[in-house]
């Protein structure tokens, strides 16, 4: 069985993403997470280094996942990677909307197709983009990130104090 890779910025990494790299093992055995940048842009939370190492302590429990950088794009990831496919987490429709345009896009420049995995429906309102605002006014993203994620999170955005 041959590697796929599940590309994403991961800024953070939460409990969505590792539902689906768990998914990912089942149905593929070997998961590359590509976490993706572009160096000409500078605008994410944290650091791609930073991102990888709670990433890599996040996904521990499972020795068929690695985690790589990668710059560009997914489809050149991909085949550098030799992966059989891109895997992509769904949470609603309007995720597969953007999702098949994408896939579909890829396959036509590249030959690399697209796998969709749904995340669990418990799992599916998670958002990195809510995960950065809430911890930024010292909420607790604890319920919604791995805790190398929530350790990291509380570190850098220290939690309000409670009146």
């Keep these: 069985m041959s590697a796929v890779l599940y590309p994403?910025?991961?800024?953070?990494?939460?409990?969505?993403?590792?539902?689906v790299v768990e998914q990912a093992?089942?149905?593929f055995g070997e998961v590359i997470i590509g976490v993706m940048h572009n160096p000409e842009?500078?605008?994410?939370?944290?650091?791609?280094?930073?991102?990888?190492?709670?990433?890599?302590?996040?996904v521990r429990h499972?020795?068929?996942?690695?985690?790589?950088e990668f710059a560009g794009l997914a489809v050149d990831a991909a085949i550098s990677a030799q992966a059989l496919c891109i895997v992509k987490g769904l949470r609603t429709m309007s995720?597969?909307?953007?999702?098949?345009?994408?896939?579909?896009?890829?396959?036509?420049?590249?030959?690399?197709?697209?796998?969709?995995?749904?995340?669990?429906?418990?799992?599916?309102?998670?958002?990195?983009?809510?995960?950065r605002e809430i911890a930024h006014?010292?909420?607790d993203t604890s319920a919604m990130v791995p805790n190398a994620v929530?350790?990291?999170?509380?570190?850098?955005?220290?939690?309000?104090?409670?009146?």
């Design 150 to 163: 929530a350790n990291v999170l509380q570190a850098t955005y220290p939690p309000r104090s409670k009146k």
């Design 95 to 131: 995720d597969f909307e953007v999702e098949q345009q994408m896939a579909q896009t890829n396959f036509t420049v590249s030959g690399v197709r697209t796998v969709y995995v749904p995340c669990s429906p418990a799992l599916g309102f998670i958002s990195s983009r809510f995960i």
């Design 62 to 68: 499972l020795r068929s996942v690695s985690v790589q």
């Design 8 to 19: 994403g910025s991961f800024d953070p990494f939460h409990l969505g993403h590792l539902d």
């Design 41 to 58: 842009k500078s605008f994410a939370t944290f650091s791609v280094e930073q991102r990888i190492a709670m990433i890599k302590e996040s």
């Design 25 to 27: 093992t089942i149905l």
């Design 137 to 139: 006014y010292g909420g």
